[in-house]
């Protein structure tokens, strides 16, 4: 399997602060794919945001965006004008062929927003 | 309603009584996908499935069986439950092709076993 690493277990935000959480993985592929998972305590996964190797172009939604290096196989999520409602665990997944186009998984990182 | 639903959502058994634990879809997707979630650990895969009939093992097949027999069901079987086996199970469903491989995976609500 792709290793996918998660180096912060934690990060605290305030509000209306922006925050950048740190993924980085490792492939031999030209050809993948690479998501942002949000898990609030409901448990529930929620798609975030999704990136597709091919492109250049960082992939943004509303306040979510990413710094996608493929050089450097780095892929950060950067959430600005945090809400309260942020506050989860955030997954980064990795997916291609030689995966089976199973998710890899990172261990996450718990996002603290405070007021 | 698009949806994946688990049942149970939970589950409280003892080591060597076989369970199953069923997975539905109602999106025609394809490929489907069954992953549990320990802490620290991130979510690993135990089996996924391309199509009716085609499955094969992820990273943590060990202890467990699958069957694909319908294009929206996908349950997973604990033969015989252990301890180590007990953990959060999601099951995961999304359209497959060749054009469309960063297609979303839609999660069900999460099954959490406790083998005793």
Redesign the interface.
Same mark, same amino acid.
């Given at each position: 399997?792709q290793t996918?690493t998660q180096s912060q277990p934690e990060m605290s935000v305030q509000e209306a602060e922006t925050v950048t959480l740190s993924c980085t993985y490792d492939t031999s592929e030209s050809d993948y794919?690479l #998501?942002w998972y949000k898990q609030p305590p409901s448990?529930?996964?929620i +798609?975030v945001i999704?990136q597709?190797a091919y492109k250049q172009q960082n992939a943004t939604e509303n306040r979510f965006s990413v710094n996608f290096q493929k050089a450097a196989k780095s892929f950060s999520l950067k959430i600005s004008d945090s809400q309260l409602g942020d506050a989860a665990m955030y #997954?980064c997944a990795y997916?291609?062929?030689d995966s089976?186009?199973? +998710?890899?998984?990172?261990?996450?990182t718990s996002l603290l927003v405070t007021p | 309603e698009a949806q994946v639903t688990q049942n149970p959502r939970y589950l409280i058994t003892v080591t060597g009584k076989k369970l199953t634990v069923t997975c539905s879809q109602n999106m025609n997707h394809e490929y489907m996908s069954w992953y549990r979630q320990d802490p620290g650990l991130g979510l690993r895969q135990i089996y996924y499935s391309m199509n009716v009939e085609v499955t094969d093992k992820g990273d943590v097949p060990e202890g467990y069986k699958v069957s694909r027999k319908e294009k929206r069901n996908f349950p997973l079987i604990l033969e015989s439950p252990s301890p180590n086996q007990t953990s959060l199970y999601f099951c995961a469903s999304s359209l497959f092709s060749i054009q469309e491989k960063a297609n979303e995976q839609f999660f069900g609500p999460g099954t959490r076993l406790t083998v005793l």
């Open positions: 399997a996918v794919y #998501f448990r529930q996964m +798609l999704r597709e #997954f997916r291609s062929r089976g186009y199973a +998710l890899n998984f990172g261990k996450g | -």
